[in-house]
C-alpha cells in the first residue's frame, strides 16, 4: 500500500511517540509498502529525507527545543503541514493516511479528508486525550472539545497502544470503537547479555507527572552501592535538581540532559543499568519501558497505568506518587540480587515475545486492509 503518515515529532525530536512511529514506519517499508512521512522541521534537519526507505517531509515551525513542544508551536505546524500534505494527495494516491495523535495532525488529516476524500485512522498516544495529562493540557482540552470530538468522528478508526488510555477515550466519547495494538520496539536494539553494574537508570521527559520527584525522595536516607543516571529535559528538570541537591544519600547522582536514543551512551547506560525506575502517575505505553525490558533491566514502576501493561508480572510495582514504596523495592532489589537479574530475564522474554515490530506492523496492516475495503465496497 502507499501510505500517508502524519506525526509533528519524528527522531532525533520528540519522545516515545516519535520512537513508535520510527519503528513502524520502517517495518512499514520492510514489508513492502511506501510511506511519506510529514512532521515538524527542527534547526538545521533537511527539509526532504530518505530515512530507511521512509520519504520523510519536515515543514518550517516555531519549534524550539528537542524534547517539549507547546500549543502555539503546535498551530505553527499546522498552518505550515497544510499545504504540503495538500501537495503530497494531489501527487500520490495513497490508499489511506495513519495520523499519530488527535492533536495536532489528525486536525490536519480531517481537514484533508474533506478536501480530497483519503481515509485516516489516529493512534492515541496519551496526551492527545482529555484526562490523561489534566495538569498540562486541562484548560487546552477543554477549549479544544468540540473539535476533538469532531476530529475523532472523521476518522475510520482510532487505535490506543493500551486498554487504559482506550478507556478514557471512550468516556469522552462512548460511541467510539478503539482498537488497542500495543508498541512495538526493535528487538535487536540492546544487548541483554552485557554485565550489568550497580547502576539505577532513569530515562524520561521530565514534568512533574512523571514522578522522578517520588523517586529523588525515595533515595533520601538510603545506603546504597548504586549510581544513579538520570537522562532526559523538560520544564521539570530545574526542581529534580533541587531535589536531588537536598537529599542525603550515598548514592551518586548524574544528571545527563537530553540524549540521542542512537547515541552510543545512551545504549550502553540501559545495556549496563541492573534497574530501570519508572514511577509516572499517568501513561499510555511507554517506550523507554520496553527499551528497559529489551535491554534486560529490572523495573520499578506504577501500578493502575499504562506501565503495568507493558511489564505485567515482570516488574516490581509501586502506587503512584510513593516514595515509601519505591524505597522498598530498591531494598528489596539490593537485597535480592538473584530477584534482580530474574526480573530482567522475565521482561526480555516479554518484550522480545510480544512487542517486536514484525508483529505489531502486522496488526496495523490489517486494520489498513479493513478500511480500505470498506472504502470500496462504498464505491460500488
Known sequence: MRILTMCYEYPPIGGGGAKVVEGLTRELVNQGHEIDLVTMAFRD???????????????PCLRASESVCHPYEMVSYIFAALPVVRRLTRQKRYDINHTHFIFPDALISDITERVSGLPYIVTAHGSDVPGYNPNRF??????????????????????????????????????????????????????????????ILVVTRF?????????????????????????????????????????????EITFHGWMDN?????????ETASIFVFPSEAENFPMVLLEAMMA???????????????????????????????????????????????LGHKAHARVE????????????????????????????
Open 262 to 270: 542512537k547515541a552510543d551512551r545512551f545504549r550502553e547506560l540501559f
Open 353 to 380: 515475545g510480544e512487542f517486536s515490530w514484525p508483529v505489531v506492523a502486522k496488526r496495523y496492516i490489517s486494520v489498513y486492509e479493513r478500511v480500505v475495503r470498506a472504502g470500496k465496497s462504498e464505491e460500488i
Open 207 to 251: 514534568f512533574e507527572r512523571k514522578g522522578i520527584q517520588y523517586f529523588l525522595s525515595a533515595l533520601d536516607g538510603m545506603r546504597i552501592p548504586f549510581v544513579v543516571d538520570i537522562v532526559g529535559d523538560g520544564p521539570y528538570l530545574p526542581r529534580l535538581k533541587e531535589i536531588a541537591g537536598s537529599i542525603d544519600t550515598s548514592a
Open 138 to 199: 486541562k484548560i487546552l482540552h477543554r477549549f479544544l472539545g468540540p473539535i476533538w470530538k469532531e476530529v475523532v468522528n472523521g476518522a475510520e478508526e482510532i487505535v490506543s497502544p493500551s486498554r487504559t488510555l482506550s478507556t478514557l477515550i471512550a468516556q469522552q466519547k462512548p460511541s467510539t470503537p478503539v482498537t488497542v495494538i500495543p508498541n512495538g520496539i526493535n528487538i535487536k536494539a540492546y544487548d541483554h547479555s552485557k554485565k550489568q553494574q550497580d547502576r
Open 45 to 59: 534537519l533537511p527539509r526532504f529525507e530518505d530515512i530507511d526507505g521512509v520519504h520523510v517531509h519536515r515543514v
Open 296 to 342: 534486560g533491566c529490572a523495573i520499578i514502576t506504577t501500578e493502575g497505568t499504562g506501565c503495568q501493561e507493558v511489564v505485567e508480572e515482570t516488574a516490581l510495582l509501586v502506587p503512584p506518587r510513593n516514595p515509601g514504596a519505591i524505597g522498598s523495592a530498591l531494598e528489596l532489589l539490593d537485597d535480592q540480587p538473584e530477584l534482580c537479574r530474574n
